[in-house]
């Protein structure tokens, strides 16, 4: 499910600041960490690597704990004792004061509506490495198995989608995977905090036999089209068409293709398994069995209180978003975004401690938006009735985003009203949204080491064996 990250929207860098007349010009070259609380109880560590004499400066933006990327600084400017930064793919910048000894900048990010205390000090290579998290499952070459970069058509949308087909030794036909990620931009890998969950599935998923193709979100990474605007019904043409190509391959068994999605993906793996052309088999990893807004009110709540939240603020907020639900529920789907956006923000201003006028205005932009004002409106009731192959569907004990208490039942109950045969339902003790081993609760994803728990990743294995090979397996 979609949660505050790094990575969002916010307006263009303009910004002055009155100038220490006094002063010594301050030398701003060199690199600069400092400690960004994206989110509660998720602290992000961020470097700026800034190069040039102060009427000609440029530099990068780093983030160890998401990726090993550097993406240049679209501005940087030094004016008098302030330091400006703009980070235009990120819609982002950032503006600080130095310190007299020009040792540290204490300022204010924004981004995403959020203005948040940043403040940035000298740092080192070494200091940079170290925040750099360990990841020791990530796949190490050489590796027993051919990896293929491609593309494949997604022809009544009118684009491709590039991914990569990692393919066991041999001839085949071999069974295959399609893996659908989660709400956001996602990459092949679905790329987060670090992690790289699919990369580490795939590996997985290969070496015991499974071709399985990971693809960029549609206008993410080398994939074409446009991610903007785009909803869950969209989402789940690009999966159809990830399992249309497959079966067009000589070295794929074309009735043992399975789906795997998680999150947002399994919502998709159910709304294409339910159409003709579906996955073959089915493995829901942390999907939604409820309507979008009952999940989104029990996941606040959860993250509120891991995060040290009191009863009646998570009250108050429960509140609020009910009521904002309740009033997109009454609205037509067709409403124009800034008709309903007015709606929502009248809404807001009916609660108790409302907020801000820009606050009451970013709130309903958050919910007008197409994919949430589609996703909020999606009851898996209404397609999982209609889901007649195998399922397997995993959630952790201690997932605070897609509850495992509320959401597997109603899988299940969906899938008996198809009289669906095979049903796989389980919880797996202490793992969280991301399959991670997280005892105390804390979805803390950066934090943890471990990518995807081995006893999650063989339940997944052991299903798909089981069902794609023997005398009785499909297309055999």
């Not at 400092?34 to 933006?61: H, I, M, R, W, Y």
């Not at 051919?146 to 058509?153: G, H, K, V, W």
């Not at 991670?436 to 006893?455: G, H, K, L, M």
Request: glycine share 8%.
């Amino acid at each position: 499910m979609r949660t505050a990250t790094f990575f969002c929207t916010a307006a263009a860098l303009l910004l002055t600041s009155a100038a220490a007349a006094q002063a010594p010009t301050p030398a701003p070259a060199g690199l600069w960490q400092g400690n960004l609380q994206a989110a509660p109880g998720s602290e992000l560590v961020v470097f700026f690597d800034l190069k040039g004499q102060s009427s000609a400066l440029s530099g990068t933006l780093s983030v160890p704990q998401q990726t090993d990327q550097l993406l240049p600084l679209s501005s940087v400017v030094l004016r008098h004792d302030s330091l400006l930064l703009g980070a235009e793919r990120l819609h982002a910048r950032f503006a600080g004061r130095f310190s007299a000894d020009g040792q540290q900048v204490a300022g204010t990010w924004f981004q995403g509506g959020a203005q948040l205390p940043l403040t940035l000090r000298r740092s080192t290579a070494k200091d940079k490495a170290a925040a750099t998290p360990r990841r020791p499952q990530v796949p190490q070459a050489p590796f027993p198995y051919r990896s293929e970069d491609l593309t494949f058509p997604n022809q009544p949308a009118g684009f491709d989608l590039a991914g990569t087909l990692t393919l066991p030794a041999g001839k085949g036909p071999f069974p295959a995977v399609v893996l659908v990620s989660g709400s956001g931009p996602e990459d092949r890998n679905e790329t987060i905090l670090g992690h790289q969950p699919f990369l580490v599935l795939a590996d997985y998923l290969t070496r015991r036999g499974f071709a399985v193709l990971r693809y960029d979100d549609r206008g993410i990474g080398q994939s074409k089209g446009t991610f903007k605007n785009a909803t869950t019904a969209d989402f789940t043409t690009d999966a159809q068409a990830a399992l249309a190509y497959l079966r067009t391959r000589p070295d794929i068994r074309p009735h043992q293709v399975a789906l795997i999605g998680h999150s947002e993906g399994g919502i998709i793996g159910g709304l294409a398994a339910a159409q003709p052309g579906g996955p073959d088999l089915l493995v829901s990893l942390a999907g939604p069995g409820l309507p979008g807004a009952a999940v989104l009110l029990r996941q606040q709540a959860d993250l509120a209180r891991a995060a040290g939240a009191d009863s009646a603020s998570i009250g108050r907020n429960y509140r609020l978003h009910r009521a904002l639900f309740a009033e997109l529920h009454r609205q037509p789907p067709t409403l124009p975004t800034d008709q309903l956006t007015a709606k929502l923000v009248a809404t807001v201003q009916q609660q108790p401690d409302a907020g801000t006028e820009q606050a009451r205005l970013a709130l309903a932009k958050t919910y007008a938006a197409p994919w949430m004002h589609a996703f909020l409106r999606i009851d898996p009731a209404t397609y999982l009735a209609k889901v007649h192959c195998p399922v397997l569907a995993l959630n952790g004990a201690n997932d605070l985003q897609v509850a495992a208490d509320q959401n597997l039942p109603a899988i299940e109950r969906g899938l008996r009203a198809a009289h669906n045969p095979d049903v796989t339902i389980k919880t797996l003790p202490q793992l969280n949204h991301f399959f991670q081993t997280d005892p105390a609760a804390t979805s803390r994803y950066a934090s943890i080491e471990e990518t995807f728990a081995p006893s999650a990743l063989q339940v997944i294995g052991d299903w798909l064996s089981a069902r794609t090979s023997g005398k009785g397996a499909a297309g055999k």
